[in-house]
């Protein structure tokens, strides 16, 4: 069974992973009308991702006896002011979302929540792989550069980022 405190915590998780998702399918939004086809790509796939965490924390809820909110998304970016920072505002939210993992985590600690605890390792392993294919791809920024064909470079190996662990 779950504490209160555990399950308020895991629903405000499935809400951040759900706004994680809808951000995603705005950045592939964005990419895809300013010509950016594999970043459109990539969001897409991140956002397929970030809903596939949605229901696992939706559904361990569920298997532990508690009430899984289904959660409403509000404040979803449209519009961006440039290629770059769509990418700077995906490392950020990875960041955030680690954060709040880690703020899980310590609760699960303090309460002696040991199947929570062995429930979130996943999602603290994956977090690894999420900031830092979002860190690969903005140093694609640096590397590459921006002046002439660089965005359509970068585009082009956003395709490619890959993560071995
Ligand atoms: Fe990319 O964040 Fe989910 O867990």
Same mark, same amino acid.
């Given at each position: 069974l779950l504490s209160t405190e555990i399950e308020s915590?895991?629903?405000?998780?499935?809400?951040?992973?759900?706004?994680?998702?809808?951000?995603?399918?705005?950045?592939?939004?964005?990419?895809?009308?300013?010509?950016?086809d594999n970043s459109a790509t990539y969001f897409f796939k991140q956002s397929d991702e970030e809903r596939h965490h949605q229901l696992k924390l939706?559904?361990?809820?569920?298997?532990?006896?508690?009430?899984?909110?289904?959660? @409403? =998304?509000?404040?979803?970016?449209?519009?961006? &002011?440039?290629?770059?920072?769509?990418?700077?505002d995906a490392l950020d939210q990875e960041i955030a979302i680690t954060q709040s993992f880690k703020n899980i985590a310590?609760?699960?600690h303090k309460e002696q929540d040991y199947v929570t605890m062995e429930f979130l390792n996943w999602f603290?392993?994956?977090?690894?792989?999420?900031?830092?294919?979002?860190r690969r791809a903005l140093e694609l920024f640096e590397v590459i550069g921006e002046?002439?064909?660089?965005?359509? @470079? =970068?585009?082009?190996?956003?395709?490619?980022? &890959?993560y071995d662990s």
């Open positions: 915590l895991l629903n405000q998780q499935v809400k951040k992973e759900a706004h994680s998702s809808s951000i995603y399918l705005s950045m592939a939004s964005w990419c895809d009308r300013n010509g950016f939706y559904k361990y809820l569920l298997d532990m006896g508690g009430t899984a909110i289904s959660p @409403e =998304i509000a404040n979803i970016k449209i519009e961006y &002011n440039s290629f770059r920072e769509i990418f700077e310590a609760r699960c603290l392993k994956e977090q690894r792989e999420e900031e830092y294919k979002a002046s002439g064909t660089g965005h359509w @470079e =970068i585009d082009k190996h956003v395709g490619k980022i &890959n």
